[in-house]
Structures are given as C-alpha cells and as structure tokens.
C-alpha cells in the first residue's frame, strides 16, 4: 500500500470529503485530515484525482502491507513509551496508524494504556464539527449556571486532590482523597454514600464515591449521572511511585465537584448522581462494579453519562474538546456539541471509536454515554507518570470544558418542557 496524508481546508472541507470519498481507495478520517491508502497499481489514479481538485497530497515515503496496517488508541504516549521501535505511519496524539506485523500485533495487549485493531477500509478516527453549524440561542437559565462556573472554586480542588503522592487505587492516600471528596460533596446538600470496588488483579479493594440528589418530578424520574475517576497511576514505577495524576485525572475529578457545586442548589425534575470511581486505571473495575450492582429500577433511568477523564491540557493549536462514543451515544454527543458551540468557544471533535474510560463501562451495557477530554493533535505526554503535575494545567481550558458539561447536564434534567 502507497500512503499519502491529505490536509483539507476548513472552509472547502464539505466539497473536498466528497471529493475525497469519490476516489473508492482506503482512508482514515482525523478532523481535517485523511490519511489515503492504496495499491501501487491504484495510486497514479489517486494523484491525478488529487491535481484535480487541488488537494494537497504528502505522499509518505514507505509502502506497507494492507495487513500490517492498525489503528492505535492511546492515553497519553502509552503506546510510543511501550514500543518505541513501532513503525508510527500517522501521528494525531490519541489516535495513530502504524504498521505491525499481524502475527506480533495479534499479541500485544495494551491493558488499560491503548488498544489496537486492524485498519479498515473507511475509518473515523474522529470528526471535527463547525460551532456555527451547532450553535442555538442561549438559554438564560442555563447562562446563569453557566457563568457559575468558578476559577477559584475548581483550582482549589484540583490543587488538593493533586497534593496527594498519589491516588493509586489501594493506597492509603486514595482513601483519604476519597474521604475528603466526599465530604465536599456531603457538606453540598447531597445524599453520599461509600460503595466497596474489588481490584482482584492486586487482591486488595477500594471504593467508590456516589452524591445523589432527588429530582422533583412525580412518579418514575430519569436519572443523569455525572462521572469521573479519582484514582491515578504511574505505570512504570510501580503503586509506591509519585503520581500525583494533575490532568489523569485530578482535573476531571475536581471538574465533578465544581459541577456539583454549581448545581447544587438547581432545582430539577430528574434525579443528578455523580460518582467518583477507583479501580480505572486497573481496568475500569469501579464503574464497571457499580454498573454490575445497579438495581433493575436505576438501569432503566438512565438517561445520559457524562464522563471527564483529562480535561486541563491544550494538545491542540486551539482549545479543542473531544466528545467521544458511541452509536447509542449519538444524542447525547449532539447535546454536547450544541452546548459547546452555544455557551463556549471550544472547537468540537467527535469519535466513534471509544476506548479505555469510564464511558465504556456504560456503552458497553448500552447506556448513553460520552467521554469529554480534551482535544487531540498532539498527545499528553504526562500521563501515567510523575510529570502530570498543575504545572502543565490550563485552568481556562479546562473551565470551558466545565461549562459545556454544565450546560448538557442541567439541559438533561431540566422538564422536556423547558
């Protein structure tokens, strides 16, 4: 297979996809760029096509098996530190193509660090979204919670819950990380409660951290769930290791308690849960677990999963938030966009392809929810090692990531009427 990577320009972005989509040869999909691929017969046609419609080709130098070819998911750099001799053939931060050999790829298990799976013909990485397209009329009740959204509030937060050495998941300091948010979320107003996680792979347990409070809607109510995991991880130096998990995933877990405060006094018709999960970075043992123990009743409420994981670092030229899902996700991605290109200035990219968080645990049961981390171009470099510190964290970012997710989440409990 000859490759070439091909930039498509935002305003013309539309006509050149078709244009693109024209050529019947293999592509992969990351926002404004496709990576094509195809059989050395096929690939005169393919410049040709490419001189016609002025599409910028930057033909990669190697020819590779169409075997050979994977898709990687990746937090962080995992999977470029675990096999820095790969061959990368496209590099967009969470997202690469690279060329294994099948017998050796058929091995590799990336556990909670990356996934791997053969390139398919037509592939999304992600996809980018144009705010104007998105953007409704704001709503001046959810303004108002919006611009609730405080600075202060959230970095005090996120600088505690980052003072920890670390919040490995059976560690003394999780528990007392653990304690200590719930008893910000219980000195709220909301109903908390302390639920038991086992990590079988460490023959120790942990916990998770549930805040819950009534709607005011009569009858059956519909639940949302706010989440993130509190736990960190550094990888190579073991559960004793500094990982003080700034971005992974202090940021998402003090984002939960900024969100609560906001809303806590927000009267609602549906009933709001968040939770605090350990037992991530084992293998999404704390959401999984609290799935598994959901009664019948609370299952078949559950009308949206919101997740952060990651949400404080800029890997991108602007400040990009990346909605990751699934199918059953759809809506829920499209209330997200919509808020973000309503209530902030982020740009949106979307993907199909979910991997290692939180938000799996919930898709995989069928449940609607959806990752927001931040953005990718570039990748984290930090994560999973002692490095992820708040010296590498953009408050304002992260905020506006905060005020779409506020913004989705009080639209989801608000009456259909509102």
Not at 26 to 49: I, M
Not at 113 to 119: A, E, S, T, W
Not at 365 to 370: H, K
Request: one cysteine or more; hydrophobic letters at 40%; glycine letters at 6%.
């Amino acid at each position: 297979m000859k490759l070439a990577r091909c930039q498509l320009p935002d305003d013309e972005r539309a006509a050149r996809l078709g244009s693109v989509a024209t050529l019947n040869v293999g592509s992969v999909r990351f926002g404004d760029e496709v990576l094509l691929f195809a059989e050395d017969t096929r690939w005169k046609d393919v410049v040709e096509h490419a001189q016609q419609q002025s599409l910028r080709l930057q033909e990669h130098p190697d020819i590779v098996e169409k075997d050979s070819m994977y898709l990687v998911i990746q937090n962080g750099r995992c999977f470029q530190l675990e096999r820095p001799e790969a061959h990368v053939l496209f590099d967009k931060g969470r997202y690469l193509v690279v060329a294994l050999d099948p017998e050796e790829a058929s091995q590799i298990d990336g556990g909670v660090c990356f996934g791997i799976k053969p390139l398919e013909e037509k592939t999304v990485a992600f996809d980018v979204r144009a705010r104007a397209a998105e953007r409704v009329a704001p709503a001046a009740w959810i303004q108002n919670l919006v611009d609730a959204v405080s600075r202060s509030d959230f970095e005090a937060s996120l600088t505690h819950l980052a003072s920890f050495p670390t919040r490995f998941s059976t560690s003394t300091q999780y528990r007392d990380a653990a304690t200590w948010a719930l008893g910000q979320l219980d000195a709220m107003g909301y109903a908390t409660t302390v639920q038991p996680i086992s990590i079988p792979v460490l023959a120790d347990d942990s916990q998770n951290v549930v805040a819950e409070r009534l709607g005011t809607g009569s009858g059956t109510r519909d639940l949302v769930l706010v989440v993130a995991h509190l736990d960190s991880i550094n990888i190579r130096g073991g559960p004793e290791a500094n990982a003080p998990g700034g971005d992974d995933n202090a940021t998402g877990s003090a984002g939960l308690l900024e969100i609560a405060r906001v809303l806590k006094d927000h009267a609602a018709e549906r009933d709001l849960r968040f939770v605090l999960f350990g037992g991530e970075e084992e293998g999404l043992l704390g959401s999984q677990q609290y799935i598994d123990n959901l009664p019948a009743a609370d299952r078949a409420r559950i009308r949206a999963v919101i997740n952060m994981d990651m949400i404080g670092t800029l890997n991108t030229p602007t400040p990009s938030v990346l909605l990751e899902g699934a199918t059953v996700s759809q809506s829920l991605i499209d209330e997200l966009a919509s808020a973000a290109a309503t209530y902030t200035a982020l740009d949106i990219q979307i993907s199909l392809q979910p991997f290692n968080s939180d938000h799996v645990s919930f898709i995989e049961e069928g449940f609607p929810a959806v990752l927001t981390i931040e953005g990718t171009d570039g990748a984290n470099d930090n994560v999973h090692t002692a490095n992820d510190t708040l010296d590498n964290i953009d408050y304002d970012f992260a905020l506006e990531i905060l005020r779409m997710n506020v913004a989705t989440t009080a639209k989801a409990l608000a009456p259909q009427e509102v």
